[in-house]
T-cell receptor, first 109, second 112 residues
């Protein structure tokens, strides 16, 4: 079966750095997405990785290792507004998105 | 950016009612998807459509149907609502096969 694993909840301090991991087992691979979802709102796109390596976009970076079935989202200089759930999703060989359950990130002052 | 709009933010319906959830997007030749989101679970695909009149079952189609009469509109229908269909429903659109999805604001449906 297809599976996406990510931690259920993480806590970090304002101004710090946090890394949210995602491991996957899917039938084929056509890219990995990260989305941010604030409570009660729709997910919004953060990043897309299809090749190995690090993609940097401001305070957020995303890393992919296809051989290890592994990705992480790195958030720097954390702000209170970064408190949200972060969803990892993999596009399989049929171009269908397989979603993780999401990681709830709690930022403390 | 693709703009995706869902007709209702909150809905309360009675068991056995027929429920329509509407979704409209503003780009032509769009792929459209209906998901439900429940605590502790990832988004689960109900139905999707790559073209007008075209629909495909996702992972959990039972109890649902869809309609896509026009490219910009993709409707989710609960034929006879049940309490286990209480959930957050999310509509999404994409511009290509492996591009990011743009979501509507979600409809929180409660079936009583």
């Amino acid at each position: 079966g297809q599976n996406i694993d990510q931690p259920t909840e993480m806590t970090a301090t304002e101004g710090a750095i946090v890394q949210i991991n995602c491991t996957y087992q899917t039938s084929g691979f056509n890219g990995l997405f990260w989305y941010q979802q604030h409570a009660g709102e729709a997910p919004t796109f953060l990043s897309y990785n299809v090749l190995d390596g690090l993609e940097e976009k401001g305070r957020f970076s995303s890393f992919l290792s296809r051989s290890k079935g592994y990705s992480y989202l790195l958030l720097k200089e954390l702000q209170m507004k970064d408190s949200a759930s972060y969803l990892c999703a993999v596009m399989d060989s049929n171009y269908q998105l397989i979603w993780g359950a999401g990681t709830k990130l709690i930022i403390k002052p | 950016d693709v703009k995706v709009t869902q007709s209702s933010r909150y809905l309360v319906k009675r068991t056995g009612e027929k429920v329509f959830l509407e979704c409209v997007q503003d780009m032509d030749h769009e792929n459209m998807f209906w998901y439900r989101q429940d605590p502790g679970l990832g988004l689960r695909l109900i139905y999707f459509s790559y073209d007008v009149k075209m629909k495909e079952k996702g992972d959990i189609p039972e109890g649902y149907s869809v309609s896509r009469e026009k490219k910009e509109r993709f409707s989710l229908i609960l034929e006879s609502a049940s309490t286990n269909q209480t959930s957050m429903y999310l509509c999404a659109g994409t511009t290509g096969m492996n591009t990011e999805a743009f979501f509507g604001q979600g409809t929180r449906l409660t079936v009583v």
